[in-house]
């Protein structure tokens, strides 16, 4: 007869009194703030958006939007590094994030020169994106976000 394996132990958390399973870590949600599942949340937004904008620029075969799918595509991939180091809070986070934020803001201006409704969202999307960015980068200190209870 085969050995069952034994049950996983619960163990206190060092993070806010949640508890974790021995040998399987901390879940996402365990360590994160509602700021960072902000920054995250409009981050990835802002990646579909300038993805999809870019696309539809390219679609359009005008080559006065060549700036505008440019700074498309760095938006996105800067979001890419964002969604990479702000769940694990790296210390390079601040510095992510303020190139995310320059970037999306000459982003943002570019599409708000244009009237095609993509640029339009785009450009709305990234406003957002600028102020919730700015606002966590605010509570951070040291390139960590503060964390209560910690």
């Known amino acids: ?89 790296s210390r390079f986070s601040r510095r992510v994030l303020q190139s995310f934020v320059q970037a999306a803001r000459a982003c943002r201006q570019e599409c708000s020169t244009h009237s095609h409704a993509h640029c339009q969202e785009c450009a709305q999307v990234l406003s957002e994106a600028i102020n919730t960015v700015e606002q966590y980068l605010a509570t951070m200190q040291q390139g960590r976000p503060i964390q209560q209870g910690i």
């Open 1 to 89: 007869m085969a050995q069952q394996p034994a049950m996983a132990q619960q163990q206190p958390s060092q993070y806010g009194g949640q508890a974790e399973t021995a040998g399987q870590g901390l879940r996402l949600q365990d360590v994160e703030t509602p700021q960072q599942r902000a920054v995250v949340d409009i981050v990835a937004r802002s990646q579909q958006v300038c993805e999809w904008c870019a696309d539809q620029c390219i679609q359009l075969g005008d080559e006065r939007m060549v700036e505008c799918i440019r700074l498309d595509e760095d938006v996105a991939e800067l979001s890419e590094t964002v969604l990479a180091f702000v769940p694990r809070n």
